[in-house]
């Protein structure tokens, strides 16, 4: 395409995943994020459609972060023509190294799944990427430290700044043709024990903003309270408590939570269990990743020690053979895949355990299923019952809530002609929208998928 820079919105409009915008400009064309759509069928069907741009013409692809709704996409566009460069952190990068290869493993296991069920309408199912594929993708990888403004295209400089929210998540301020862009990316809590609070903002003329929490404020609770609450009640009764976890950023911080408690004498000597390889591994890579979190390598020693590992199958089963009182941690963290689904299914039934839900739960996963007071589960082909005691902590939450990102937007001192809402489901886009609005006066957007915003 040629003519004025414009932004052309591919995902994560009316909904939280699938986050792609493509920026052009004068024949140019840079993908901001590469993620894969989530939760309902509807939206993960579209993950085998057409992003609605030719692969083989995007110059460059630049990450905000690692989450899979931000960079699970990329094997398969890779793998459709893409060859240009991927701009991150070094942060992300590490984390890429673990998520991608293991998101590909997943798809294939999916596949096989289906395929000896025969519950699929293809014969036989395919992976929508292989690990081999994903692992392939990651030569394509260039990490750019923060502060740091490169040209990832011709005529496009980008420079990344911190976003709190995980390990080497960024907000992205870009220079073209005159004009200056900036994507916030997923933004993270000022007060975060552990990571860092997320930078303030460079001047901008356009600012394209997330709106996870756009309608509701985090409760002004102690998640550690919470948490031992939860943790005494279902020990008292025998019972085991089963956390669906996000494996990079809940995962760590649940650990931090534990060994925290265990410092105080405020939980009881029961075995802890953290069974994803995902999150053993970005356990390690938040630790060496320092300058990027707030804790000292003493207390990242303590929240490592704080669990078990379980590396191997094997050590996962041995899991579900035992008994109560316990405590899993295991991804993922809205139950959708992974290791957690076989734990729910040994332990959600029995009313001495509880299913503690820790994070944001998308509208068509198993975990918003259990906030909304399902009665069963359909788990491996088969429904399970809902006995388990259903909890949530909303303390733990790496998102900054409406009042957090306007406050943030305040202290950044920004008077961007154009803001544009993405990353949220429509009330909460609508409702930050109107926030912005009645504080700033912004003239604000609500784009939809496919619209062309001009720059």
């Known amino acids: 395409m040629s003519g004025p820079p414009s932004l052309l919105f591919l995902g994560a409009t009316d909904t939280v995943t699938g986050s792609k915008t493509l920026i052009e400009l004068d024949g140019v064309r840079v993908l901001v994020d590469c993620g894969l759509f989530q939760g309902l ?26 989450h899979i709704d931000h960079s699970g996409y990329l094997p398969r566009l890779c793998s459709a023509g893409f060859r240009g460069p991927v701009f991150c952190t070094p942060g992300t990068r590490d984390l890429l190294h673990v998520l991608l290869p293991d998101s590909g493993h997943l798809q294939e296991e999916q596949a096989r799944y289906v395929n000896k069920r025969g519950t699929s309408r293809h014969r036989p199912a395919l992976p929508l990427y ?26 496009v400089r980008a420079t990344f700044s911190r976003a709190g929210h995980i390990i080497g998540a960024a907000s992205v301020r870009f220079e073209l043709a005159g004009r200056t862009v900036t994507f916030s990316g997923d933004v993270g809590r000022p007060h975060d024990p552990l990571m860092l609070a997320p930078e303030p903002l460079a001047a901008t003329d356009v600012l394209v903003v997330e709106s996870t929490y756009g309608d509701r404020r985090h409760p002004p609770v102690d998640p550690l309270e919470q948490l ?25 911080h649940l650990l931090y939570c534990v060994a925290q408690l265990r410092d105080a004498g405020r939980m009881p000597d029961v075995p802890v269990f953290l069974d994803s390889p995902m999150a053993i591994e970005a356990t390690r890579i938040f630790v ?71 994070g944001f739960q998308s509208a068509g996963t198993r975990g918003r299923a259990l906030l909304d007071g399902a009665e069963e589960l359909k788990i491996f082909g088969d429904y399970v019952k809902v006995g388990a005691a259903i909890a949530k902590i909303d303390g733990l939450s790496a998102h900054a809530d409406w009042a957090e ?51």
């Open 41 to 66: 069928k509807e939206l993960r069907l579209r993950n085998w459609e057409s992003i609605g741009v030719e692969p083989s013409s995007i110059d460059a692809v630049v990450l905000t972060h690692a």
């Open 130 to 155: 292989s690990q081999r594929e994903a692992e392939e993708c990651l030569a394509q990888l260039r990490s750019v430290p923060f502060g740091t403004t490169t040209e990832v295209a011709p005529g």
């Open 228 to 252: 031992a609450e939860v943790l005494d009640a279902t020990f008292a009764r025998g019972g085991v408590v089963v956390v669906p976890a996000f494996a990079v950023g809940r995962a760590q």
């Open 288 to 358: 060496d990743n320092q300058d990027d979190h707030r804790l000292s390598p003493a207390q990242s020693e303590r929240m490592c020690r704080a669990a078990r590992y379980a590396h191997t199958p094997e050590e996962s089963k041995a899991i579900d053979a035992s008994s109560g009182p316990m405590l899993i941690v295991s991804a993922s963290g809205m139950a959708t895949g992974g290791r957690v689904l076989h734990h729910l299914r040994r332990f959600m039934p029995d009313p001495r355990n509880t299913v503690l839900l820790v």
């Open 405 to 455: 990102l306007v406050d943030w937007l305040a202290k950044s001192e920004i008077r961007p002609e154009r803001v544009v809402v993405n990353h949220g489901e429509p009330a909460a886009a609508d409702a930050f929208r109107r926030r912005l609005v009645d504080r700033f006066g912004w003239s604000v957007t609500l784009p939809h998928l496919g619209q062309r915003v001009a720059l």
